[in-house]
């Protein structure tokens, strides 16, 4: 027996918080009982589950890749009305979410699934799946400043991990360079403010790979599913101790 809300948020239904506000408005049944106590447990394996009076057990496990295009919203839906990634995702009729985010302007590599497990897998703070980026900045950032963001740099949620950086391109006649970053840890648009904390903005960033996984030739606003020799591939990186220390 665990608590209603993990066993929702691992069924893929939301995340573990969104699924307490689920079950506390009454949308969940154990049984054909509505239940909407955030202490209630259930067993998955021999009870009915329901959420809006669908089976949270009658989902198949999704696993996909998409190449979100910028200014597109990580979020099932929008009160502005701006672009969603439901809207690319034709065909899929299970509700799957993103692994992580990628912000309003930020482009690239998405990995969405309806595994609960999985995704929790992947986002645990003490797996450091490493995520690399492309991101072209203002200016043209010396050697020091770089070395300063693979030893760790502060921002106002704390000092960041090292990462892992390389000149992809450097473009003199636009005063601007695009530079290759890998991170390992999850934060709030952390590339753009670790390129900020050094004094060259982000003008442009893009997701290239997440874990083993790459977005090679994927066209933005396309998707694929996953091999599962690839989610297995994830789940290994996932499972892999990556040790990240800081330097003295």
Do not use: W
Not at 47 to 69: L, M
Not at 75 to 85: N, Q, T, Y
């Amino acid at each position: 027996m665990e608590r209603l809300q993990k066993v929702l948020a691992q069924a893929g239904i939301a995340s573990r918080r969104k699924c307490e506000e689920i079950i506390l408005a009454g949308r969940v049944t154990v049984n054909g009982e509505v239940v909407n106590q955030l202490g209630a447990k259930a067993d998955p394996s021999t009870d009915e589950i329901k959420v809006d009076g669908k089976s949270i057990t009658s989902e198949k496990k999704i696993y996909i890749i998409f190449n979100k295009p910028k200014g597109v919203i990580t979020s099932a839906s929008d009160p502005e009305g701006r672009k969603v990634i439901k809207d690319y995702l034709k065909g899929i009729q299970e509700r799957v979410y993103p692994v992580g985010r990628l912000d309003y302007d930020t482009e690239g590599l998405l990995i969405m699934t309806n595994d609960g497990e999985f995704a929790n897998l992947l986002t645990h703070p003490k797996h450091h799946v490493p995520k690399t980026y492309r991101a072209t900045v203002r200016g043209i950032p010396h050697g020091d400043k770089l070395e300063k963001l693979r030893v760790g740099i502060k921002l106002e949620d704390g000092m960041t991990a090292p990462a892992e950086l390389e000149y992809h391109d450097i473009d003199e006649e636009r005063k601007q360079a695009t530079i290759s970053i890998t991170i390992y840890e999850g934060r709030n648009r952390q590339v753009r403010r670790m390129f900020d904390a050094i004094h060259h903005p982000v003008e442009k960033l893009k997701r290239v790979q997440f874990g083993p996984i790459l977005l090679s030739n994927l066209k933005r606003g396309t998707y694929r599913h996953l091999t599962p020799g690839e989610v297995q591939e994830l789940m290994d990186s996932a499972l892999k101790t990556h040790k990240i220390q800081n330097k003295p």
